[in-house]
């Protein structure tokens, strides 16, 4: 972990949530700031931005040591570039069953040419973040369907600060909660992550 990590890195699949989220600024005691990366993928003439992987993590550096919920992409070059940086993060992705919800919100906001790569290419981009999760040692959470990350913020807060404790695995906390049947907060399942 890069030592001076106090941001809780949240790499966001495509409609899971991330705006709606940073519509809320704060929770929890933490800030929210949605580093959306298509400011930095294109120039202002259109074309693709070369130096996006570099510009993009010029833009995240700055909130390391910050403590806030920061939210980025997860283009393959964002999450590469976050592990060779040593930075901890989680990636949150759709379970299957919630791919053709976020293929309708893509299409409701207008989104067609994304809708469609995603009907596509979807389930690949999915497993790619899965695989990359396993061989980077990040945390990977999916959530459910009608769920999103305002649904499991508390739960992935409440992991990094026993990571930043120094508690590492899951905490007790977790252990507890997962003694017990019910889900401790939020809709659905509790939401653990070993970063």
Same mark, same amino acid.
């Given at each position: 972990?890069?030592p001076q990590q106090q941001a809780?890195?949240?790499?966001?699949?495509?409609?899971?949530?991330?705006?709606?989220?940073?519509?809320?600024?704060?929770?929890?005691?933490?800030?929210?700031?949605?580093?959306?990366?298509?400011?930095?993928?294109?120039?202002?003439?259109?074309?693709?931005?070369?130096?996006?992987?570099?510009?993009?993590?010029?833009?995240?550096?700055?909130?390391?040591?910050?403590?806030?919920?920061?939210?980025v992409s997860t283009h393959p070059?964002?999450?590469?570039?976050?592990?060779?940086?040593?930075?901890?993060?989680?990636?949150?992705?759709?379970?299957?069953?919630?791919?053709?919800?976020?293929?309708?919100?893509?299409?409701?906001?207008?989104?067609? %040419?994304?809708?469609?790569?995603?009907?596509?290419?979807?389930?690949?981009?999915?497993?790619d973040c899965m695989h990359f999760?396993?061989?980077?040692?990040?945390?990977?959470?999916?959530?459910?369907?009608?769920?999103?990350?305002?649904?499991?913020?508390?739960?992935?807060?409440?992991?990094?600060?026993?990571?930043?404790?120094?508690?590492?695995?899951?905490?007790?906390?977790?252990?507890?909660?997962?003694?017990?049947?019910?889900?401790?907060?939020?809709?659905?399942?509790?939401?653990?992550? %070993?970063?």
């Amino acid at each position: 972990m890069c030592p001076q990590q106090q941001a809780l890195v949240i790499s966001g699949f495509t409609c899971v949530g991330k705006s709606e989220l940073a519509k809320l600024l704060e929770v929890f005691g933490w800030r929210i700031v949605d580093l959306d990366s298509k400011h930095y993928s294109f120039l202002e003439n259109g074309d693709r931005n070369p130096n996006f992987e570099e510009d993009y993590w010029q833009a995240i550096r700055p909130y390391m040591s910050q403590k806030v919920i920061l939210l980025v992409s997860t283009h393959p070059s964002t999450r590469r570039r976050l592990a060779r940086e040593g930075i901890r993060f989680v990636i949150v992705s759709h379970q299957d069953d919630a791919m053709d919800e976020c293929i309708k919100r893509l299409k409701s906001r207008g989104d067609f %040419k994304l809708a469609d790569d995603f009907q596509t290419n979807g389930k690949s981009y999915q497993q790619d973040c899965m695989h990359f999760a396993a061989r980077e040692s990040c945390g990977y959470v999916e959530v459910e369907r009608d769920q999103g990350l305002t649904d499991i913020v508390r739960d992935l807060i409440d992991s990094w600060e026993d990571k930043l404790a120094g508690a590492g695995g899951l905490a007790q906390r977790d252990r507890e909660i997962l003694a017990k049947p019910e889900p401790a907060l939020g809709q659905g399942r509790r939401q653990l992550v %070993k970063w």
